[in-house]
């Protein structure tokens, strides 16, 4: 009886997740023998992940013949046909990661096209998981958190990342370019991101959540506006307004956007707001 070890697989793709999931495979012990790049001739095998950008996957999922198994590592993606293979991390080339760590949620495959029988694989038939759909067995191999998951949950999940992970790290880089206009370095802020994290490995966010919107600190608040360029608010704090000569806020280290009528918007002053309004809204609403 083979193991499922033994499944030839192939990776469409050769970015941040298609270099850390061949990896991973290799090192559980199966054979990788391709990471597809456009313009090369797709090599034969028995499972095939598709790892490129999610407006790509459609049509690069169509080189795929029929009766093979192929699954999708995207968080938001749905398709006719094919499964499931999404690991919920960040990645980074060169930058390594704990496999063993990194939740995996997986579909089966649906739709025409779905791979036959592939006889002998020792795990494939337990858990009632329907023959040739061995990918709950593939995550398995490298991930001890394996979960089967459904789109819509998928989806939520894939949207909650975003917010805790893309747009985390957006602020970040925000941060290391207003130390940057005083000449400090990032470096300074680490011990607090990392005590930040750390709080949230045992409490709710919210429940930890410090900072002058949660203290009521209001003249706190209206200096940090100040420092964006926001217009003092004479109550409370509205929303971002434009300036009075109706320029808008001025352009700060390249960190702004363009409104439909032309004027340019400082992000750090509108997000500064809007969050700082959402913070008051969840706490007052939780107590």
């Known amino acids: 009886m083979k193991n499922i070890t033994d499944l030839r697989i192939v990776i469409l793709g050769s970015g941040n997740v298609a270099t850390h999931l061949s990896e991973a495979l290799l090192n559980a012990g199966f054979s990788v023998l391709q990471l ?30 029929d009766g093979k198994l192929f699954a999708h590592t995207s968080g938001s993606v749905e398709l006719a046909r094919g499964g499931v293979f999404y690991p919920l991390q960040t990645f980074t080339k060169n930058l390594e990661v704990d496999w063993a760590t990194i939740p995996i949620f997986v579909e089966n495959p649906v739709g025409a096209g779905l791979a036959p029988a592939l006889d002998g694989i ?56 207003l130390l940057a206009e005083k000449n400090l370095s990032f470096d300074l802020l680490k011990p607090l991101i990392y005590q930040t994290v750390r709080k949230i490995e045992g409490h709710s966010p919210r429940d ?5 919107a949660v203290r009521g600190d209001l ?20 929303l971002l307004r434009e300036r ?23 992000v750090r002053a509108s997000v500064y707001d809007v969050l700082t309004k959402s913070i008051q809204k969840t706490h007052n609403d939780s107590h």
């Not at 790049?37 to 790892?51: C, Q, S, T």
């Not at 930890?208 to 002058?212: D, E, H, L, N, Y």
């Open 36 to 65: 597809w790049k456009r313009g090369e001739v797709l090599r034969d095998a028995d499972v095939y992940f598709i790892a490129v950008s999610d407006d790509a996957i459609e049509e690069v999922s169509q080189l795929i013949p």
């Open 122 to 177: 020792a795990e494939n038939a337990d858990n009632g998981r329907p023959q040739g759909s061995p990918l709950h067995d593939i995550a398995k191999k490298i991930s001890n958190n394996v979960q089967m998951t459904t789109p819509e949950k998928r989806r939520q999940l894939h949207l909650s990342a975003v917010f805790a992970c893309n747009f985390t790290n957006h602020l970040w880089t925000v941060s290391e370019r």
């Open 208 to 212: 930890v959540q410090t900072g002058p």
């Open 244 to 266: 009075s000569n109706g320029k808008g806020i001025p352009a700060c280290a390249g960190m702004t956007v363009t409104r439909n009528d032309g004027t340019d918007v400082d």
């Open 219 to 238: 003249k706190t608040i209206a200096r940090h506006r100040e420092l964006l360029g926001v217009i003092p608010a004479e109550a409370g704090i509205p």
